[in-house]
């Protein structure tokens, strides 16, 4: 779809908006980005995985200069090759593998958290995004090339596997290994099996992906067959970075569908849940819907309008088999951009249109919100709840999602990478752009 000029300006303007996040919420002695805009928040290294990448964005845009761009990213990847590695409870990683959360001071473990293999393969494929982004001759240049492939091949993702084959979800220096693994149901593990695959050094093998996508389901749901998940950040997390047009492994041949079609065929689903409106939420509409993991007004039980609701806090909330509470996430809406561009386009212009009736402008959207959670106080319940806070997952898939629909930006980048070609074709993927790709080194 060729959008129209001021849908083009419309995002954008959005694009650049929500960018800030990535200026603000940082700590330029090490690079690292929080969680979010609560203050005191941790380092999420998901969002500098998608912050890495936003930096590619804007030094193509010339929002930050190439040189200023290359710096943020340097610093980055310094702080996580020299950070501690090991055993130890308050180290920055271990086997390569970094912790969910970080404190954005000292870059140590936040929280008790978990050594996460999904996060860190979101903060890898920020890695290997401005190591292939960053071509040039410079300085800083190289050495960021040298360090993302320095960091990429110290990720042990066969440790991380312990023998089974699939991928576990992470480790912690007082338990061990976690109980669950990356090994049913479809879900954004897509990218962590292509980078485990890719890895030159330590890599999985093949027989756990194909084990893994065995158990996808396909469901059909207003009379759209489609691999499912609930949740809309499922099918969009891996597209990010990897562009699945055209491309099939073996379960895609076996439905004769690729991933990124599964992927607009999910969306489209979300929204006809919205007009179908089964729970009956007077908000939800074709230009009102997204639904993902997000921030909620819960947990707490309201009668609203004679119906008993149960709203809840962060959660992954899904259609059209739910958790539903009523809450929408406008960033799910802008990271479908790729898949329905016409859909989104008119949700985002109507959510545009409201924010400016209420002479709200800049800064981009909200988090989520809920009209149908109000505050005891308020009769009218004219805005209902919304969220307070900004999270950098939520920011970097708008910024580069677009991007992707506007001029394939991070799929071009991420297709040169050698290891990402590897990952694919062990993962026994072919055709479209993959038979062109070189992944020699």
């Not at 130890?88 to 996460?116: I, N, P």
């Amino acid at each position: 779809m060729t959008l129209a000029a001021s849908d083009r300006e419309m995002l954008e303007k959005l694009q650049r908006e929500t960018f800030d996040y990535f200026v603000r919420n940082v700590n330029p002695t090490n690079g690292l980005i929080a969680d979010k805009t609560e203050p005191g928040s941790p380092s999420s290294i998901a969002a500098v995985g998608l912050g890495l990448s936003a930096y590619c964005v804007a030094a193509e845009r010339g929002w930050v200069t190439r040189a200023e761009a290359a710096a943020r990213a340097l610093a980055i990847l310094r702080f996580f090759w020299t950070s501690p590695q090991g055993p130890a409870a308050d180290a920055t990683g271990y086997h390569g593998f970094y912790y969910h959360f970080l404190d954005m001071t000292t870059g140590r473990r936040a929280w008790k958290c978990e050594l996460s293999t999904i996060d860190t393969a979101l903060l890898m494929a920020g890695v290997l995004t401005v190591g292939s982004y960053f071509d040039g001759g410079s300085g800083d240049e190289v050495d960021l090339r040298e360090l993302a492939d320095a960091l990429y091949r110290r990720v042990d993702w066969a440790w991380a596997s312990s023998g089974t084959g699939t991928i576990g979800h992470g480790w912690t220096p007082e338990g061990g290994f976690l109980e669950y693994s990356w090994n049913e149901g479809y879900s954004e593990a897509l990218l962590l099996y292509v980078l485990a695959l890719g890895s030159p050094t330590l890599p999985v093998e093949p027989q756990g992906y194909r084990d893994w996508t065995a158990t996808f389901e396909r469901k059909t749901v207003y009379g759209v067959e489609y691999l499912y998940a609930g949740p809309l950040f499922i099918h969009q997390l891996s597209h990010v970075w990897i562009d699945f047009r055209g491309i099939r492994d073996e379960r895609n041949r076996e439905v004769d569908c690729d991933y990124f079609e599964n992927s607009a065929r999910a969306t489209l689903v979300h929204r006809q849940y919205a007009v179908e409106n089964p729970r009956r939420f007077a908000h939800y509409s074709k230009n009102g819907w997204g639904f993902t993991a997000s921030d909620g007004p819960g947990p707490a039980t309201r009668v609203v309008d004679g119906i008993r609701r149960r709203f809840y806090g962060y959660l992954a909330r899904g259609a059209p088999f739910g958790p539903d509470d009523g809450t929408i996430s406008p960033w799910a809406v802008v990271a479908s951009l790729p898949f329905a561009p016409e859909a989104v386009c008119e949700t985002v212009r109507h959510a545009v249109d409201r924010l400016a009736l209420e002479g709200r402008t800049g800064h981009g959207f909200d988090a989520s919100y809920n009209p149908a959670f109000r505050k005891r106080s308020d009769k009218s319940g004219a805005r209902g709840w919304v969220s307070r806070w900004k999270f950098g997952l939520n920011e970097g898939p708008m910024i580069l999602m677009v991007e992707n629909h506007l001029s394939a930006l991070v799929w071009r980048v991420f297709r040169r990478n050698e290891h990402v070609v590897a990952g694919l074709r062990r993962a026994g993927f072919r055709g479209g752009w993959l038979d062109f790709a070189s992944d020699a080194p």
